[in-house]
């Protein structure tokens, strides 16, 4: 199954555009393993997201028993719930036909986060794998991303809608999406006028203060789909007790149903 059909068929299932970020911090987790956290947010939010998001750099800097517990984690999430491996790689080609298989092939990654700064080679090896899914940093949610995204060309043209422009033209096996954070609404409203039909991967709701309501009514396509809103700390850590889990579906449904309100209001 392709990814987008995969992504739509969970959203419809559970009716939801939310995806449950899984970046499990020792510092900030109960007293419990990373698997045993991990399995019981999963089992806590099946039911309510379209897509899980475990962030890489959480689990690789635990070293190999980290990475352990990742593949766990993917063996425990449920068949049907894509799950987007969030290592934002980007590399040369050889390399990064390496990132690829390990993403898709050893782990077993339904899409992948990459980076577009070395260009088409970098992301092809990605891109070839046609049932996978492909989600090209454009406009992030950190601050610092002004630094370069927001730079403008001779035609006035800044990068992230560069950036945008060539994955429309880059996606012509239907597996491509971006990257657009929730804290830029208006370079998120862009984004989608020019690819009104992709896949947007859309971090930056919660502790990094972006507005749902905006989110939701610029990110979503013209059937109130195609928008993958990343929540991590706000559900995963809403409790640091034995209550952890139910917490953390108490916040999950609060925020799948804000969503799900907010897409009605814009789509007849």
Known sequence: MKFVDKLLAASHRNESLLCVGLDPDPGLMPKISLLEFNKAIVDATADLVCAYKPNLAFYESLGIDGLKALQKTIEHIPGHIPI?????????????????????????FDAATVSPYLGLDSIEPFIEYK???VFI?????????VDFQSMVNSEGMPLYEAVARKAREWNVRGNIGLVVGATYAEELKSVRQLCPEMPLLIPGIGVQGGDLAATVKYGVDARGENAIIAVSRQIIYASQGKDFA?????NAVELRDNINDLVRQIVH
């Open 84 to 108: 987007i491996g969030d290592g934002k790689r980007g590399d040369i080609g050889n390399t990064a036909k390496a990132y690829a298989k390990a993403l898709f092939v050893t782990f077993g």
């Open 131 to 133: 049932d996978k899914g």
């Open 246 to 250: 139910q917490a953390a579906r108490n």
């Open 137 to 145: 940093l454009c406009r992030t949610s950190n601050p610092g991303s």
